[in-house]
């Protein structure tokens, strides 16, 4: 007799890789920030492993998983900003909301339509990079004016080049090995003879709310 039912079983896999490559990635990033990096810019591994989890494995996949790692970044380097009042504050669940937020758009983005194919998936990767880093600096420069701490912050131009286009590039280069890890290391297993679609809806998107 089999220790765990077909469904069990799939949950537990599904609990036991996810938690497995959050520690890692996240302890890589942490760890060795400078490996991955380009022009002063780091690859978003965790970011990246969000995104591709939301668009491969569906919503609540995307969701819980990125609400998680946000918390993990939270508690190893949450970002700091100047108040209002001149103080320096570390903030809390920015990191949280922001991998949250990936989660979703990789599993909303054009995935029905695109029936979760790997190629598109890089898209889905450069559209929530794209995201992130515009609505990042409209809201740095946004609370920098307020707190009259502007003049420290780059103009669109400088941003475009030395930040936004060096972390496109990164992000996307370390979306190639995630999409094969996620394949075929994965959550989720693609080895049946079932369509795609089909394992994403009975092993992908209702599992989370079963655990």
């Not at 949950?11 to 938690?19: G, L, P, Q, S, T």
């Amino acid at each position: 007799m089999r220790v765990f039912a077909g469904d069990t079983k799939a949950r537990v896999r599904k609990v036991i890789v996810y938690a497995i490559y959050i520690i890692l990635l996240s302890s890589f990033q942490v760890s060795f920030p400078d490996t991955f990096s380009f022009a002063g810019q780091t690859a978003d591994l965790v970011f990246v492993f969000v995104v591709l989890s939301g668009y491969f494995n569906g919503f609540w996949d995307g969701a819980a998983v990125g609400f998680i790692c946000g918390l993990v970044r939270d508690a190893f380097s949450p970002p700091a900003v100047v108040g209002l009042d001149g103080d320096v504050r570390v903030t809390a669940f920015i990191g949280a909301f922001t991998l949250f937020a990936a989660g979703i758009i990789g599993a909303s983005f054009f995935t029905e339509r695109m029936h979760r194919n790997i190629p598109f998936s890089i898209v889905a990767v450069i559209f929530a990079t794209t995201c992130y880093k515009f609505a990042g600096y409209i809201i740095v420069y946004g609370w920098s004016t307020l707190a009259g701490t502007g003049s420290g912050i780059y103009d669109p131009l400088t941003a475009l080049v030395y930040s936004y286009l060096p972390q496109l590039l990164l992000n996307t280069a370390a979306s190639i090995p995630m999409i094969v890890l996620l394949r075929f290391l994965g959550p989720v297993s693609f080895k049946g003879k079932a369509k795609k679609d089909e394992i994403i809806d009975n092993k992908g998107e209702g599992t989370w709310l079963g655990i």
